[in-house]
């Protein structure tokens, strides 16, 4: 009975030992691999960051050329003009004509919108009703517009001069037509010597051979987008 008695015991204590053991192991095991679950996270979220960053460090060229690209861009298009500055915009142009040796007489035209509206004019050659100017402006963008209508006295070479700076003053305008005609013929008669509907500064001297000291009335039909 005392040999069977120590034996049992002997097992008790062996078998508590045993799971004391595997208990400690446990406990001590799942806080450690959790540990190194969560700094394994974290190891690969540093890797993913700076990896991350090395990309944007190696765009930064590319978006520093956008950038400045844009802003060439903007500096090209021009500001949109306060309707409170209209007046300003008007000096502006008288002192540019003078500046380029003419004068001008400004009147308000027709803004974006009455000329969305207005009918197709017939073309004097075909007789249908393909106006340049309007296939323009039905392309061009909404919003709120002042319509000028600049007359220039002075020499042919002086007023293209005068278009081409106001072409590129720092205002958000289009040209949307241009006529030259000699100085003593009135607007409404024949005689135009060179028209557009519009045309760039450069064709204008390219496919005239009007003389650039011959005196002309140039008619500018502008569209100046307003805030």
Known sequence: MKISSLIRCLYV???VTVVATVSLIVLAAFPLQRKISLESEEIQKDYAKTEN???RILELPVLRSKYQKISNESDKTGTILPESQVVELIKNLEETARETGGEIVVSQGMDLAARKKAAPTPDAA????TSGDNRIVDQMAEGKTLGLSVIFSGRYSDAVNFLHKVETMPYFLDVLSIDFR???TGAGERGSLFSANPTPV????????????TSVKATFELI???Q
């Open 53 to 55: 960053d090395q990309k």
């Open 126 to 129: 075909t007789g249908q009703k």
């Open 224 to 226: 100046v987008y307003l």
């Open 182 to 184: 000699p100085a003593d």
């Open 13 to 15: 204590r062996t078998g």
């Open 202 to 213: 450069t064709s204008v001297g390219s496919t005239s051979t009007v003389p650039t000291t």
